[in-house]
């Protein structure tokens, strides 16, 4: 059995990976928090951490536990504020990209705002670290684009968005009802560096057509503000608000994209990140 003490000192040692810091955040001598962890490890007959260097990571099997023992402080932290009758008001952080806070999930975060008071905390990350926040606790929710929900973790669909293409009102393809592959021939255009998900899937729909890279960018307000410039046209999501002077037409060449809300599985809801979840899904 895991000692509660045990596991809420691990929980404080692993957000500072450093055991006088984490024993005086703790009120406790560093020997006695280097026992607490010793014995939680030899309890669980596994490693919780190794030494990197002059310094200490978590093993995988303590990044897990991390997780947990986040999630459980949590949910110890509510059970108290319940039983003297009182809102616990926990902080909830979510993850998201800069484009899904921009110009997916306001109305969402508009009604979590209306109807809870936890305070909410949010980390601009891309997908990859999206999945890790909420893997290791340090997001209980986050939003990103995925074909599939890993199996590790529970999601809903919040939304399906087509890829567009942008280009200055002027440009010829401003006057097609739809851009197909064979329309950019020729074209210059503003993409992301090389090795991003986006400039891949370009790649491969533009494979035999013969374009050019304008100039790239990362993140959809620097993209559009260069085919602005008329730098280029560009490859965007569908959801995205085009600036003054900028159309969008639909691009036929990219299949859509999902947009997942993701929990650790088997994590609960409660409080705030309840009230978050409810009022992300409504956005679908």
Not at 166 to 172: F, G, I, M, N, R
Not at 173 to 198: C, I, Q, S
Not at 233 to 253: D, I, T, Y
Request: charged fraction near 20%.
């Amino acid at each position: 059995m895991i000692r509660t003490d045990h596991l809420d000192a691990f929980a404080v040692f692993a957000r500072h990976l450093n055991f006088t810091h984490a024993a005086k955040a703790l009120h406790l001598s560093q020997p006695a928090l280097h026992a607490q962890v010793n014995q939680l490890a030899e309890d669980l007959g596994v490693p919780l951490y190794r030494r990197v260097g002059r310094g200490l990571e978590l093993t995988a099997e303590g990044e897990r536990l991390a997780a947990f023992a986040r999630q459980q402080r949590r949910v110890h932290a509510a059970m108290r504020a319940e039983l003297v009758g009182r809102s616990a008001a926990l902080p909830v952080t979510l993850a998201a990209g800069e484009g899904a806070y921009l110009y997916l999930l306001g109305p969402g975060l508009q009604r979590f705002r209306d109807t809870c008071d936890s305070p909410l905390q949010l980390l601009t990350l891309d997908r990859a670290g999206c999945l890790e926040a909420v893997r290791l606790g340090r997001a209980q929710l986050a939003v990103t684009a995925l074909d599939r929900v890993p199996r590790d973790l529970t999601g809903v669909r919040v939304a399906r968005i087509g890829a567009a293409i942008a280009a200055p009102a002027d440009h010829p393809l401003a006057g097609l009802k739809a851009v197909h592959p064979a329309d950019l021939e020729g074209a210059r255009l503003v993409v992301p560096p090389e090795g991003a998900p986006l400039r891949a899937a370009v790649e491969r729909a533009l494979a035999g057509v013969d374009w050019t890279v304008a100039v790239e960018a990362r993140g959809w307000p620097l993209t559009l503000r260069f085919a602005a410039l008329g730098l280029g046209v560009a490859v965007v999501n569908g959801f995205v608000s085009p600036p003054e002077g900028v159309v969008l037409r639909p691009f036929v060449g990219l299949p859509t994209v999902d947009y997942q809300l993701l929990r650790r599985r088997g994590a609960e809801l409660f409080g705030g990140t309840q009230a978050l979840w409810e009022a992300l899904r409504a956005t679908a």
